[in-house]
């Protein structure tokens, strides 16, 4: 029995999947009892809350608009006088009785510092749009907000009152203008109000503190943490984006007697000369204290991993194929999101009909039009991190960034190129390419004409490099394939040569083959 092959690929520790939980799920079970309890209670609450609610808008919303009338939205001075009474006194009472009539009860604790202290206030977890009850207790700071929210009827013309950073989706350069907006307002020496930002970026279920973004400790001035907790025996705010809808949200909050939520301003944080040089090691030191203090763990989630999960929703993959804190995977690979956006898309064709996102080995094959052989069965293998039998979304990318696109290089392909043109005349003709297949492969004819023609692009009956070239480009898998082909016959090639015959071949067999496995060692 000739020995078997064994694969150099190590598994590194932070290309495994991490064992938390997902953050961005809310899973929310209702008993039958609940939902007749809160259909009786909200028979009489709801309709109350919502007068109460509509005639406490009638009020501010005339209010908002004497605040910001002819004062100009861009290049404005912050608001002083009688307008920035009526914002910090005025405003903010009113919407603290809106809250009130949706039944919050607020709980503060700790102390808010001056602006002059602490310019920026980061507030976490962000867990729910029922969050801006925050900026009413902090006395209306200036937020960062969207440039549509203001367009938002009668809620945009309260965002005006804040003054808000603005962001835009359309400006190209809106990142780089609100960090230097951020900057300058921060260091104003109390000149601005307090800027409170929300430094996750997007709602979590609260089970942990996600990466914070950069934006409020790139100023490297003093930041103060503030904690959200709802300590509710029934949760009713947590708005992720798989789980109940707004609105659903909404009816249930409204149908509870009352809705708890614990304000919590921590000692200001102030940055140490290394953290005033390094936004992220500010950032991660702001999250620890806040983690601790919640008693909650800190993860490597980011806004982009929910993100990548929506995309897979609306790509019907399920969460657990491998997406959970996939950004660190793609920072560790220098993927960008395109990058990201268009492998999870290639994953979902193969998994699409897959049970749990999950691929198999069959299911592998298939895609790639392939019978079950040994070359398949290793790159199968290699994809295969953790031995479990399938590929999830993890594996599947490292494996085409790690594995397959390094092997795309020109001369590999032109090495596989001949491999097909026995004739040598730059041209695969159907022939050569059944020839090929169906003796290294074993692939059935019915497969290979419907592979020939995937790759013969212009239809002319024969392939030309750069279609062979362009096709392995977008269907990187088919020239690791290959290699792992050549690379099977070459090893079996040693394995029964004569003790004297490898003698004489095997230095230059032996150099080739250390190449490979110390290559795909660096680049995993």
Same mark, same amino acid.
């Given at each position: 029995m000739p020995t078997q092959r064994v694969s150099a690929l190590p598994r590194q520790q932070s290309l495994l999947l991490p064992a938390v939980i997902n953050p961005f799920v809310q899973d929310t079970k209702l008993s039958r009892g609940t939902i007749i309890r809160c259909a009786l209670i909200g028979i009489v609450l709801v309709p109350l809350r919502a007068i109460l609610m509509s005639l406490v808008l009638m009020v501010t919303w005339p209010v908002s608009v004497i605040i910001t009338f002819k004062y100009p939205l861009k290049g404005a001075e912050p608001m002083?006088?009688?307008?920035?009474?009526?914002?910090?006194?005025?405003?903010?009472?009113?919407?603290? =009785?809106?809250?009130?009539?949706?039944?919050?009860?607020?709980?503060? @604790? +700790?102390k808010q510092v001056s602006s002059s202290e602490?310019?920026? =206030?980061?507030?976490? $977890?962000h867990s729910t749009f029922f969050d801006g009850i925050v900026c =009413? #207790?902090?006395?209306?700071?200036?937020?960062?907000?969207? #440039? *549509? %929210? =203001?367009?938002?009827?009668?809620?945009?013309r309260f965002v005006r009152c804040l003054q808000p950073v603005l962001v835009s989706r359309k400006d190209p350069d809106s990142r780089k203008n609100?960090? @230097? *907006?951020? *900057? %300058?307002?921060? @260091?104003? +020496?109390?000149?601005? $109000?307090?800027?409170?930002?929300? $430094? *996750? +970026?997007?709602?979590? %279920?609260?089970?942990?503190?996600i990466t914070f973004k950069q934006g409020a400790f790139i100023p490297g001035v003093p930041v103060q943490p503030v904690i959200l907790r709802y300590p509710n025996k029934m949760d009713t705010v947590t708005w992720t984006w798989q789980g109940f809808g707004s609105t659903t949200l909404l009816l249930l909050t409204l149908c509870q007697p009352y809705t708890t939520v614990e304000i919590e301003f921590l000692p200001p944080c102030i940055p140490s000369e290394e953290e005033k040089k390094s936004p992220t090691?500010?950032?991660?030191h702001v999250r620890d204290v806040m983690g601790r203090a919640l008693g909650v763990p800190v993860t490597d989630h980011t806004y982009e991993d929910c993100r990548l999960m929506i995309s897979a929703g609306e790509l019907t993959l399920p969460m657990e194929a491998g997406l959970v804190e996939f950004t660190k995977i793609s920072r560790k690979l220098n993927l960008k999101w395109d990058n990201v956006k268009k492998e999870l898309e290639g994953f979902a064709n193969i998994a699409r009909s897959c049970k749990g996102g999950r691929i198999t080995i069959e299911e592998f094959a298939k895609f790639l039009q392939l019978p079950l052989n040994p070359a398949l069965k290793e790159l199968f293998t290699l994809f295969d991190r953790d031995g479990d039998g399938t590929i999830d979304f993890r594996e599947y990318v490292i494996g085409v960034t790690i594995l397959c696109r390094p092997a795309n290089t020109e001369d590999v392909l032109r090495m596989a190129f001949r491999l097909f043109d026995t004739d040598e005349d730059e041209k695969i003709t159907h022939e050569e390419f059944t020839a090929l297949l169906r003796s290294a492969l074993g692939v059935s004819s019915l497969n290979m004409t419907k592979l020939f023609k995937d790759i013969d692009a212009d239809g002319s009956g024969f392939i030309t490099f750069s279609e062979f070239q362009a096709f392995a480009s977008t269907h990187p898998e088919y020239a690791k394939l290959f290699t792992t082909y050549l690379e099977l016959q070459r090893y079996q090639a040693i394995q029964e040569a004569p003790p004297g015959d490898l003698e004489l071949s095997s230095p230059s067999i032996s150099e080739d083959k250390m190449e490979d496995s110390v290559s795909d060692k660096k680049e995993d």
């Open positions: 002083t006088g009688w307008r920035r009474f009526l914002c910090q006194n005025v405003m903010a009472t009113l919407g603290r =009785l809106y809250y009130f009539s949706m039944g919050f009860r607020v709980i503060v @604790k +700790g602490a310019p920026i =206030l980061a507030v976490a $977890p =009413l #207790v902090a006395g209306l700071p200036s937020t960062v907000s969207r #440039v *549509e %929210n =203001l367009a938002t009827p009668i809620f945009g609100t960090i @230097k *907006e951020i *900057e %300058n307002r921060a @260091k104003s +020496g109390g000149h601005w $109000p307090q800027l409170l930002i929300f $430094p *996750e +970026g997007t709602c979590t %279920n609260r089970s942990c503190l090691l500010f950032a991660n």
